[in-house]
């Protein structure tokens, strides 16, 4: 049933009824639960009462006039009161992204939702109402507390930024593994003309080679070659030109971040990431070094008391950790005195990776909380 509001408030009126409700924060006495499932080109959301029962469902666009109108649909639900609203978007970092600004630009509180339970889905059966229901009766039953992610401001900058510089050095990677995999099979008097260099002298000969027309299998390889050199030369300049844009904005935003030890511009990227444009969404820093794959996970059962590793989490913020641990362990003499006391109690160095992982969390939450996150700085 797609569900058509019959009046829609003013654009000032819903202005002003919206301005009441701080983004992120707590939501005060919420009345409507609105889940949303997304996809790229439509949007389903089912509104739910404070007593779970169902309120309307309505489909829309993934374009701006659709969240214009669903906005306009839950604040009539609502009788004008915004801060009565809850909404619980399904894929806040893909296709629910432009929506979940939107909300949030317009003060809404939004939670990011997860994937729908797979016992539920199995029981209920799936299709677009039932998950954005599901979503609703997540937010209605109290378990879905994370706060979305603005993506308004630096973080998004750098996320889009650090994607692309990561996207090339998987591409890099591959050329330099393709041009020495080709070298193995080129005629002999090329091979051995070539094998004995390491990759920058392998790509800057190759780069010397001017041929244009494959007429034989030697012509071919060294056309393959020169392809492939081109190709690794243009991929290492968009890498210094990304990193540098890296060490500009993280410079700018979080000085703090960057002057601890062994933090640079691609591990303050990475953590910055994961804390988003609204850092205070984190409650502890317990909670972000969940969100960064660093807290243990207790696997207890009976009178047997342990923990497991978090596989979970920010991967690529749980790598940024993990190299910062390393630069420690080689540069700090805290960190070494830490790490000899650690091992002479019997400890592995991978156990004490972990440790030092969980302190490093703490320490950059501390960092981001305390002043040195500075999101204004470059959008300003």
Not at 165 to 186: E, G
Not at 313 to 341: H, M, S, V
Not at 351 to 378: D, N, T
Request: with cysteine.
């Amino acid at each position: 049933m797609v569900f058509l509001p019959s009046t829609i408030p003013s654009r000032m009126a819903r202005t002003n009824l919206a301005s009441s409700l701080q983004p992120g924060g707590d939501p005060g006495p919420v009345s409507v639960f609105i889940g949303v499932d997304t996809h790229r080109d439509f949007h389903v959301a089912v509104a739910l009462s404070l007593q779970g029962s169902l309120l309307g469902e309505m489909h829309l666009p993934a374009c701006m006039a659709g969240y214009e109108a669903l906005l306009d649909w839950a604040l009539e639900l609502a009788e004008g009161r915004a801060t009565s609203l809850l909404f619980g978007i399904e894929g806040t970092g893909c296709y629910g992204a432009g929506l979940s600004r939107h909300l949030q630009a317009a003060q809404c509180s939004v939670r990011e939702m997860n994937r729908p339970n797979r016992q539920t889905r199995r029981q209920r059966g799936k299709d677009d109402a039932i998950d954005a229901e599901a979503a609703a009766r997540s937010l209605l039953a109290g378990t879905a507390t994370a706060v979305a992610k603005a993506g308004n401001a630096d973080a998004e900058i750098l996320r889009v930024l650090k994607s692309t510089r990561d996207s090339a050095v998987r591409c890099r990677t591959r050329a330099i593994t393709q041009l020495k995999a080709l070298l193995i099979v080129v005629p002999a008097e090329l091979r051995e003309a070539l094998q004995h260099l390491d990759t920058a002298e392998l790509v800057n000969r190759c780069l010397d080679r001017n041929e244009e027309v494959a007429t034989s299998p030697l012509t071919a390889a060294r056309l393959a070659m020169r392809t492939l050199a081109e190709r690794i030369r243009h991929l290492e300049q968009e890498l210094i030109v990304l990193g540098r844009q890296l060490d500009r904005i993280t410079q700018a935003v979080a000085p703090g971040l960057r002057a601890a030890q062994g933090i640079g511009p691609d591990n303050a990227a990475a953590l910055l990431i994961a804390a988003g444009d609204n850092p205070q969404r984190l409650r502890s820093e317990a909670a972000f070094a969940a969100l960064c794959g660093a807290s243990p996970i207790p696997a207890s059962s009976g009178t047997r008391q342990r923990h497991r590793l978090n596989r979970g989490g920010n991967r690529q913020a749980n790598c940024a950790l993990f190299r910062i641990a390393l630069n420690r362990l080689r540069w700090d003499p805290a960190t070494k005195a830490y790490a000899e006391r650690r091992t002479a109690e019997g400890k592995s160095k991978r156990e004490i990776l972990r440790c030092l992982k969980r302190f490093i969390a703490r320490e950059v939450y501390r960092l981001l909380q305390a002043g040195s996150l500075r999101p204004a700085a470059m959008s300003a």
